[in-house]
């Protein structure tokens, strides 16, 4: 038996918050991570983990789940989340500052801000998540957002194709077929640095 299974079964029957914080200390880090890849903030961060976990604890013992379902379930509440924080911290200010940089640079794909954005906080990215290909980070800026999500669910976070397939709500050869196409990309970016 996984231990999140045991943690589930075990604060389902006792409701002990003893059992909470296991599952709570198991999945920090990675949700944490999960959070700071996006924001590239410690804070926000911060935030938006704390309110995730207090959706799952208000949550959880009207659920019933094994390691596998409760993964899933744990990343579509931090997927959500994060969709609500972008919506609601939209700004007539950064508004305006997209619009003044796509027209300055002639550059009418909003994309490339955040792939600049990416590129810039490299050095974050390596020191916070370990990444220490510089080649590869760069060559991330070539994917869009969803194989970006993609790369690192697999990749970052480990995770397999059916759960990613039911985080994004996208089948399974869906999933294959973005992954097969952003690793040829990253592939010819990196030959071609």
């Given at each position: 038996m996984d231990d999140i299974?045991?943690?589930?079964?075990?604060?389902?029957?006792?409701s002990d918050k003893i059992w909470f914080e296991k599952i709570y200390y198991h999945y920090l880090l990675k949700i944490y991570n999960f959070f700071y890849f996006k924001t590239m903030d410690e804070q926000i961060s911060e935030d938006l983990t704390s309110e995730v976990f207090l959706k799952v604890y208000k949550n959880l013992q009207d659920k019933e789940f094994n390691s596998k379902s409760f993964n899933t379930w744990i990343y579509k509440i931090a997927s959500n989340q994060l969709i609500d924080y972008f919506r609601k911290t939209k700004t007539d200010r950064e508004r305006t500052f997209l619009t003044d940089w796509q027209e300055q640079d002639n550059i009418r794909d909003s994309s490339l801000l955040e792939n600049d954005f990416f590129i810039k906080n490299s050095m974050l990215m390596k020191k916070e998540l370990s990444f220490e290909n510089h080649k590869l980070v760069e060559a991330m800026c070539k994917l869009t957002t969803l194989q970006k999500n993609i790369?690192?669910?697999?990749?970052?976070?480990?995770?397999?194709?059916?759960?990613?397939?039911?985080?994004?709500?996208?089948?399974?050869?869906?999933?294959?077929?973005i992954l097969f196409r952003a690793i040829n990309i990253l592939k010819s970016e990196i030959k071609n640095v």
């Open positions: 299974d045991k943690y589930l079964i075990n604060y389902k029957k006792s790369v690192i669910l697999i990749f970052v976070m480990d995770f397999d194709y059916k759960t990613i397939a039911n985080i994004l709500g996208k089948s399974l050869s869906t999933i294959r077929g």
